[in-house]
């Protein structure tokens, strides 16, 4: 599998934000989100086995794994890389951009759904049937950048119930949207779901 890098950090999003989190990057992404804060992942990467993968993330001394990209998904090794972590006594998150079938992970591994809203100007190729694949462990994150986006994500989620049965996350683009302003909307609206700022943009990654 191509790999982008393997570290320690804190976790800055998903309900597990602000915790010490290994992080997994996959190479390349099928998609072109317009606020994209990690074009650098589009390629490149180094050739890595399971095994090898396996030695880094031991060796960084976190159980907590983020597995992300780019998407992960589009490479195969990721399915058994997934299955191995969590053999090894990993919690497992698995964050992918919504436009690929989630039913192949490993049943104890953490999906992370980031459904893409329409100025992503990905909106299109998200694969909703995934939705019926979620389990309560389970979460859905909305990137947004407008009030468009925002009354989109109100509609899915009131469309399926998602509330009821994940944890849903609501992030502002950076520099597109204010995370105030996403707040208003949120409390005036009596949206059930976790606002959720980007901490690792915050802090910077370590």
């Known amino acids: 599998m191509k790999i982008i890098e393997i570290f320690k950090s804190i976790q800055g999003e998903?309900?597990?934000?602000?915790?010490?989190?290994?992080?997994?990057?996959?190479?390349g992404c099928?998609?072109?989100?317009?606020?994209?804060?990690?074009?650098?992942?589009?390629?490149g990467g180094v050739e890595m086995s399971v095994d090898e993968v396996l030695q880094h993330v031991s060796e960084l001394g976190c159980r907590l794994v983020t597995v992300t990209g780019g998407e992960p998904?589009?490479?195969?090794?990721?399915?058994?890389?997934?299955?191995e972590l969590v053999s090894a006594g990993c919690r497992v998150l698995v964050e992918t951009n919504g436009s690929?079938?989630?039913d192949g992970l490993n049943k104890d591994a953490v999906r992370i759904l980031d459904l893409k809203c329409p100025d992503s100007g990905m909106?299109?190729?998200?694969?909703?049937?995934?939705?019926s694949q979620l389990r309560k462990v389970d979460e859905v994150k909305f990137v947004l950048s407008t009030r468009?986006?925002?009354?989109?994500?109100?509609?899915?989620?009131?469309?399926?119930?998602?509330?009821?049965?994940?944890?849903?996350?609501?992030?502002a683009?950076?520099?597109?949207?204010?995370?105030?302003?996403?707040?208003d909307w949120m409390i005036s609206d009596g949206v059930n779901a976790r606002l959720q700022p980007q901490l690792h943009k915050l802090i910077g990654k370590r």
Do not use: H
């Open 14 to 27: 998903t309900s597990r934000a602000g915790l010490p989190c290994s992080f997994v990057r996959f190479c």
């Open 30 to 43: 099928n998609l072109r989100c317009r606020y994209c804060d990690t074009k650098y992942a589009y390629s």
């Open 73 to 83: 998904l589009l490479q195969d090794a990721v399915y058994l890389l997934v299955d």
């Open 100 to 102: 690929l079938p989630i």
């Open 123 to 131: 909106c299109d190729k998200m694969d909703l049937g995934n939705i």
């Open 148 to 171: 468009r986006d925002y009354d989109w994500a109100k509609s899915v989620i009131l469309q399926y119930q998602l509330d009821e049965k994940v944890t849903v996350l609501m992030s």
């Open 173 to 183: 683009a950076w520099e597109r949207l204010k995370s105030c302003e996403l707040a």
